[in-house]
């Protein structure tokens, strides 16, 4: 089975620009969360959605949205760039949300560099 | 808030030395406990995790006790290999989200 996929694994944007990055769970989980992880830090939580519904969102600002589509693929967007939101953003998928059981899959991040 | 603290890095070792990287985590509630381990270039990946007080987690050699009473999840490996070198970060789960601490860089030599 295929794991955790994002796209693009890299990408250099310009300040002011907007992105999109995109993330597809493991089949059957439903479950997909957003990280961005800054150089040198652990990942910090941004969104997570289950069910194509906003289950819970992070402290970052509005300029940060996502959605979930049917088949649970999910996409990450960023308005109005600034040289700080340079980063690894790595989508995690799981079954489920909630419950002490609850495992979270990485994908492989997408490198985002803003200049 | 809900926050996990690890010992900074870089770990420095000979091959076939023995490993301990601490962690510690504060929490409302009782919340999972996991490591990741992340290698040049990559994104995490689930080493070992524990659900409850005293459960111990394993993978690879690698092990981890949920201790409840001094609120830690320190990491340990009784003989680690180069191939062992990377980031390892040590999380909790609750409320629906991973909370990671700053990661704790691991460098074997042979």
């Known amino acids: 089975d295929a794991g955790v996929t994002q796209s693009p694994t890299h990408l250099i944007k310009t300040r002011g620009q907007h992105v999109t990055l995109r993330c597809s769970p493991i089949?059957?989980?439903?479950?997909v969360s957003w990280y961005q992880q800054v150089l040198g830090q652990g990942p910090q939580f941004i969104f997570q959605y289950y069910e194509k519904e906003e289950r819970g969102r992070g402290n970052f600002p509005d300029r940060f949205s996502a959605r979930q589509f049917p088949n649970y693929s999910s996409e990450l967007n960023v308005n109005a760039l600034l040289l700080g939101d340079s980063a690894l953003y790595l989508c995690?998928?799981?079954?489920?949300?909630?419950?002490?059981?609850?495992?979270?899959?990485f994908g492989q991040g997408t490198r985002l560099t803003v200049v | 808030g809900d926050s996990v603290t690890q010992m900074e890095g870089p770990v420095t070792l000979s091959e076939e030395a023995f490993l301990t990287i601490n962690c510690t985590y504060t929490?409302?509630?009782?919340?999972?406990l996991f490591w990741y381990v992340q290698y040049p270039g990559e994104g995490l990946q689930l080493l070992l995790k524990?659900?409850?007080?005293?459960d111990k987690g394993s993978n690879k050699g690698f092990e981890a006790t949920y201790r409840k009473e001094t609120t830690s999840f320190h990491l340990e490996k009784g003989s680690v290999q180069v191939s062992d070198s990377a980031v390892y970060f040590c999380a909790q789960y609750n409320t629906d989200k991973l909370i990671f601490g700053t990661g704790t860089r691991l460098q074997v030599f042979p």
């Open positions: 995690a998928s799981s079954l489920r949300t909630g419950g002490k059981n609850t495992e979270a899959f």
């Open positions: 524990a659900t409850k007080a005293d």
């Open positions: 929490a409302t509630g009782y919340p999972s």
């Open positions: 089949s059957g989980h439903k479950s």
